[in-house]
């Protein structure tokens, strides 16, 4: 078959692009692509549940989907970013409710609220364990409530770690001291890794740790102690991890799940957030997809619409920044 000049050049270059995961429709549209933009370190949940929807949400749009890592400032920087792109549903954020609702609350110097952001898409909930390090003189939590407070008394207060100032680790720490009658001292983590193997290594005595991923790993594997969940019930992943309002009065209502979702800003047009939220709609539904949550111990949300996903945003808004108030975090 004879071809055209030029022709064999464009066929090669679309091979070629489809190679690289590029789909010709997106080429079709001046190579514009979506972003997700993860305000997280490489290796945070949020980094790795991006990247599990990535393939399946490109499929649905017809696009290119690139997730990108923009971590600083308690995500500020990559929720910022998203914010200043056009509001053409061409860019988003993976977040918990850290980004957008409390670090807005602890850091002096973010220029955002959570109000100039909608969901178009939520993962579901996962709980935190409080886990110690391996070689923690306490077996089980009444014995590292007593440790805590023998600790506390001597002036040398159990070292916690957390992935930044008025990030949920922080103030689920804050509130679980507040409430226990006991002090900790706070050490600021880049993510939830470092952290994690730290507290594995011995560096630091405590932490909530998400359930999933490493965390578990090392806490089935014994490289990590736990000592109750923040879940009204045991995790299925972790039965052995009671909740920890069943196991001292006084933490009766702490109870603490995190989120993942998928955020644009609300300028957003409807249509393209309508695009967003279907296309993440139907990388939920995936089975495999559902799979992988469940293995990192998050429960998969059912699909909501856009209307209940705002209430759902506007809900957690009040809570969050109620339990911002309730430890008396104070923007720096």
């Known amino acids: 078959m004879n071809e055209q000049p030029g022709f064999r050049g464009r066929r090669t270059l679309l091979a070629t692009l489809a190679v690289g995961g590029f789909a010709p429709l997106a080429l079709a549209q001046g190579g514009r692509h979506v972003t997700i933009i993860v305000p997280q370190p490489a290796g945070n949940p949020g980094d790795v549940f991006a990247r599990r929807l990535q393939q399946q949400m490109q499929r649905e749009l017809g696009q290119t989907v690139i997730v990108e890592n923009q971590p600083g400032a308690g995500g500020a920087i990559g929720v910022q970013r998203m914010l200043n792109a056009p509001a053409d549903g061409l860019t988003a954020v993976m977040v918990s409710q850290t980004e957008p609702i409390l670090t807005p609350a602890a850091l002096a110097s973010v220029r955002y609220k959570p109000g100039q952001m909608r969901p178009v898409g939520l993962l579901g909930r996962a709980c935190y364990v409080l886990a110690g390090r391996p070689d923690l003189p306490a077996?089980?939590?009444?014995?590292?409530?007593?440790?805590?407070?023998?600790?506390?008394?001597?002036?040398?207060?159990?070292?916690?770690?957390?992935?930044?100032?008025?990030?949920?680790?922080?103030?689920?720490?804050?509130?679980?001291?507040?409430?226990?009658?006991?002090?900790?001292?706070?050490?600021?983590?880049?993510?939830?890794?470092?952290?994690?193997?730290?507290?594995?290594?011995?560096?630091?005595?405590?932490?909530?740790?998400?359930?999933?991923?490493?965390?578990?790993?090392?806490?089935?594997?014994?490289?990590?102690?736990?000592?109750?969940?923040?879940?009204?019930?045991?995790?299925?992943?972790?039965?052995?991890?009671?909740?920890?309002?069943?196991?001292?009065?006084?933490?009766?209502?702490?109870v603490h799940t995190a989120w993942g979702a998928l955020l644009v800003p609300r300028g957003v047009p409807d249509a393209a957030a309508k695009r967003l939220h279907a296309a993440f709609d139907a990388a939920m539904r995936d089975p495999e997809v559902q799979a992988f949550l469940r293995s990192q111990g998050t429960d998969p949300q059912s699909p909501l619409t856009l209307a209940e996903l705002d209430r759902f945003y506007q809900t957690e808004i009040q809570t969050h920044q109620a339990l911002a108030r309730a430890v008396g975090l104070v923007a720096e």
């Open 139 to 254: 077996q089980k939590y009444s014995e590292l409530l007593a440790l805590a407070r023998a600790a506390d008394k001597a002036g040398k207060p159990l070292s916690f770690g957390h992935i930044g100032q008025g990030s949920m680790i922080h103030l689920m720490g804050a509130q679980w001291a507040q409430m226990s009658g006991v002090q900790l001292s706070h050490i600021p983590y880049r993510g939830v890794p470092p952290a994690v193997q730290d507290l594995a290594g011995g560096q630091i005595d405590l932490s909530f740790v998400p359930l999933g991923g490493l965390g578990l790993d090392l806490i089935t594997t014994g490289k990590l102690r736990a000592f109750g969940s923040t879940a009204e019930q045991a995790p299925a992943l972790l039965p052995n991890a009671a909740p920890l309002r069943n196991q001292d009065t006084a933490l009766r209502n702490f």
